[in-house]
């Protein structure tokens, strides 16, 4: 199994969240497999689908039953062509047919008020800044989390219009900045640099590369950390801390962008999707959006 993760890195340069959910997938399926007293070498079709029998009684949803397809699939067509089998048993499995969800999204307002609670949320003015500078550039730029947090510092140096952001599988895309992104960058690096300053005189130690650095293993502020600051703020601006995650900001970023007549290639383009038909699903957000304000406002629409 640790041959087929390397070479996933390897050949189809995936991110290291994916190769960890892989990773957790089959063990999950290798330890039922020891459950059932059955190598690896010699599981059949019927012993994968018992296997998704059995996430389908335990309550798994479809996407997760989906998922631990996919990465069992892969290990038997890895498996057969590195020799290890002569037949890939799930060669012609198909996955449960995945529900069509609609992102979560927020709206203008909703936006306006996290933006302005950013920037006073925060013990002291280096955490303001940092909250600040955070909120501006994802809702700016609609970033991954993790593209987000792992920021190096030198993709924004000089005051740019546009920074280069590398995506997954290490592809590399320009996004623009706001002027208000703009803004509370410069804000953030001149006490970023400070700090960082100070920092070297005390330990020692060298500058960090990152925007957003931090003292964990990481050396940058962790997805989990930015996580809970950010409803952290969303309680601060009164919005609902269920509605509120980087994702649904990135979201946010999309949908606005479509309302306000951007191109939808342009907007697959600047959130790094691979395929338009990803992209393509905020024009079912505007639908439904379009639906329930005839459903509210249309005077026709009242029950008689």
């Not at 998704?52 to 996407?63: C, K, P, V």
């Not at 952001?165 to 703009?182: I, Q, S």
């Not at 804000?187 to 931090?214: C, I, K, M, N």
Request: hydrophobic content about 45%; charged content about 25%.
């Amino acid at each position: 199994m640790a041959g087929f993760l390397d070479a996933l890195a390897a050949e189809r340069g995936i991110a290291r969240n994916t190769q960890l959910a892989y990773a957790r997938d089959l063990a999950d399926f290798t330890g039922w497999l020891a459950g059932q007293d059955t190598a690896l070498a010699m599981a059949s079709r019927q012993t994968v689908e018992d296997y998704l029998a059995h996430l389908d009684a335990q309550g798994m949803s479809t996407a997760t039953r989906a998922r631990r397809l996919s990465a069992i699939k892969g290990l038997f067509r890895f498996a057969r062509e590195e020799g290890w089998r002569a037949d890939d048993p799930a060669i012609a499995l198909r996955g449960p047919a995945r529900a069509r969800r609609l992102p979560a999204t927020l709206s203008p307002a909703d936006v306006d008020r996290l933006l302005a609670a950013a920037e006073t949320h925060g013990r002291t003015e280096g955490d303001r800044l940092r909250s600040a500078c955070l909120m501006q550039v994802l809702y700016a730029t609609g970033l991954r989390v993790s593209e987000l947090v792992s920021l190096p510092v030198a993709a924004v140096r000089g005051d740019p219009a546009l920074i280069l952001v590398r995506g997954k599988g290490d592809k590399d895309r320009m996004v623009p900045l706001t002027p208000a992104a703009k803004s509370a960058l410069a804000a953030w690096l001149v006490h970023r640099d400070r700090a960082e300053t100070v920092r070297q005189a005390e330990t020692g130690a060298r500058p960090s590369s990152y925007l957003f650095p931090s003292s964990g293993k990481a050396g940058h502020l962790t997805r989990v950390r930015f996580y809970t600051l950010i409803k952290d703020i969303a309680v601060a601006a009164g919005v609902s801390p269920a509605t509120v995650t980087p994702h649904a900001m990135r979201h946010a970023f999309a949908t606005h962008l479509l309302q306000n007549g951007a191109d939808l290639r342009a907007i697959q383009t600047l959130l790094g999707h691979a395929d338009i038909a990803t992209t393509e699903i905020y024009t079912h957000v505007l639908d439904e959006r379009l639906r329930a304000l005839v459903l509210e406002k249309h005077p026709l629409a009242e029950d008689p």
